[in-house]
């Protein structure tokens, strides 16, 4: 199997992880007696706990190898992701949940991700870049929509009750183990890449160039902003705030969180068509507008339905800008400082959906269940503005005139 296969696999896989976890976190807690805030912290803590990994994998994972170090994350994911199934209390969980990375976005935005985006270039053409990340987000996407259909199934069919709702927490429970199986099976895919992706020996000594480190600190600036945006709208919010405000059982909101993954991956693909008619920047910009408009709608429409409809209108446009960014990013420096600029603008991301969700939830107790969405809408239309203003003129090299040095 190919290098490119075999990093498509283990996001895949992840992304089947996040995806449980995400959408069931929050009922689990939820199932012991915790509260918003308690969900907020939580995921918080293990998204602070995958800041930290990204972190330190940046800076040290061209010097122990990246497949080691994807191994070694794989392997504390499988550790830490058993840990937190034990009946704990809210202290402890938000401890264990740290150093598990135990993710409640519901997406994969870890430092295994932040490695796979700086191997695959390696993997293609400049002008199948944006293809290549197109299909690996399709596929996570396609992953997280499996993961969100498992949930559903499994919920929707009582496994040790004869009531088909609320969903109990040993229910929970074995959704969430998704995470620690799915972690064992990365370290096999990812034992078996070769010595191609790794690192150019010349990366330890010239990590950013004086232009590189220019366009990578004004990207992860916006990013930032972008990030805690949507730390506002992770998983375990979204499902608490469709839980709380409408009574939705938690199978109805992962069979919505599901179609709103195939809608996600079928948008990275017209994503990349997209972007070779109107470029990198617009595709970014010009898709994520409307799906923050959207995204305000569905939090202060009166009932479920409508709300649903306009998360789905809202999911088949947000994410059209990730594979474009990843491929952006990739494009606009030099290919030895790939695992810098992937490393920092992933890493200053990470931090802020770290930070958000600890804020939404208590926002969502002390205000309105509707204020974190609101918030994170404007953040995000902010940011698309702050970027095209400020990177609409930096084409990549596909997007050069013929001829054009």
């Known amino acids: 199997m190919s290098d490119q296969l075999l990093l498509y696999a283990a996001g895949t896989l992840r992304a089947i992880a996040a995806a449980t976890t995400g959408v069931s976190v929050g009922a689990y807690l939820k199932s012991l007696g915790y509260g918003a805030a308690t969900v907020g912290y ?8 995958a800041t930290v990994a990204m972190l330190l994998a940046t800076l040290g994972a061209d010097r122990v190898g990246r497949r080691r170090a994807l191994v070694l994350l794989s392997a504390l994911g499988a550790v830490g992701g058993t840990a937190v199934l034990w009946p704990l209390p809210a202290l402890l969980l938000i401890g264990v949940a740290f150093f598990a990375m135990w993710n409640g976005m519901g997406r994969d935005r870890g430092a295994a991700s932040m490695l796979e985006q700086a191997m695959l270039p390696a993997t293609a053409t400049e002008h199948t870049r944006t293809t290549v990340f197109a299909r690996y987000n399709a596929l996570q996407d396609t992953g997280n929509a499996l993961g969100f259909l498992l949930v559903s199934a499994l919920l929707a069919v009582p496994i040790w009750t004869a009531e088909p709702s609320p969903a109990n927490t040993g229910e929970l429970r074995l959704m969430l183990a998704v995470y620690p199986a799915s972690s064992l099976a990365s370290i096999a895919l990812y034992a078996c890449l070769s010595s191609s992706v790794e690192a150019p020996t010349d990366i330890r000594r010239s990590p950013l160039s004086r232009e590189g480190r220019r366009v990578v600190t004004r990207l992860s600036a916006l990013f930032a902003l972008d990030s805690l945006g949507g730390g506002f709208v992770s998983a375990a919010l979204v499902s608490y705030f469709f839980f709380e405000r409408f009574g939705a059982p938690v199978e109805i909101v992962a069979a919505l969180f599901c179609a709103a993954r195939v809608l996600n991956a079928l948008s990275h693909l017209a994503a990349a068509r997209l972007a070779r ?10 898709t994520h507008i409307p799906s923050s408009l959207f995204l305000a709608s569905a939090a202060i429409v009166p009932s479920f339905p409508v709300a649903a ?10 994410e059209m800008d990730v594979p474009t960014r990843q491929s952006y990013v990739m494009a606009v420096v030099r290919p030895e400082e790939r695992i810098v600029a992937s490393g920092v603008t992933n890493l200053v991301r990470l931090a802020g959906w770290a930070a958000a969700p600890a804020i939404g939830g208590a926002l969502m107790e002390g205000f309105s269940l509707a204020v974190p969405l609101i918030v994170g809408a404007a953040l995000k239309i902010a940011y698309d503005v702050a970027l095209w203003l400020s990177f609409h003129r930096l084409a990549p090299p596909e997007e050069h005139p013929a001829g054009d040095g």
């Open 309 to 318: 409809a306009l998360f789905l209108v809202r999911e088949s446009l947000a």
């Open 277 to 286: 008619w109107i470029g990198l920047v617009n595709t970014m910009v010009f």
């Open 42 to 49: 939580v995921t918080s803590a293990g998204l602070a706990g």
